[in-house]
């Protein structure tokens, strides 16, 4: 499946395995992952909340968009959701296209629309308390 809500950990050989063609010259990826840093405070784990069939809905409406709107061949977009650790991947988002500039642009485009469309929502616990990250700003739970 190209468009994937999940709990399990990514594997990225399956993920590129679901867009190998020879007609394609590039892939770039775009890969997610909790860091144990942000707004300043230290961070243990990020828990991830979702409605799957809604945000997987979305996400695939937003791939076909990219299809449409870039002179690419594929995309896959996969999110986790969950309790995730730090150093864990979150979110991968692959594209192959003939050529690197329409690769990066859509994958870039990819990663934008996810974050501000897709029904997934962000809770960091740190050393400071709990918070949910709604875009650049974290609001203390």
Excluded at 113 to 128: A, G, H, S
Aim: with cysteine; hydrophobic share 40%; charged share 35%.
């Amino acid at each position: 499946m190209k468009v994937r809500l999940m709990r399990e950990r990514f594997d990225i050989g399956e993920a590129l395995s679901l867009l190998r063609v020879p007609e394609c010259g590039a892939y770039v990826m775009f890969l997610g992952q909790v860091r144990n840093e942000s707004h300043g405070r230290h961070v243990r784990r990020l828990i991830y909340e979702a409605y799957p069939e809604m945000a997987e809905g979305e996400m695939a409406r937003i791939r076909e968009e990219a299809l449409r709107r870039f002179p690419i061949l594929d995309a896959l977009i996969w999110h986790r959701y969950g309790e995730l650790d730090v150093g864990e991947d979150t979110i991968l988002i692959l594209v192959s296209a003939k050529h690197r500039k329409e690769a990066f642009e859509a994958c870039s485009w990819l990663i934008d629309e996810v974050k501000k469309r897709v029904p997934v929502w962000k809770k960091e616990v740190t050393d400071e308390g709990t918070f949910w990250i709604e875009g650049d700003r974290a609001v203390k739970e």
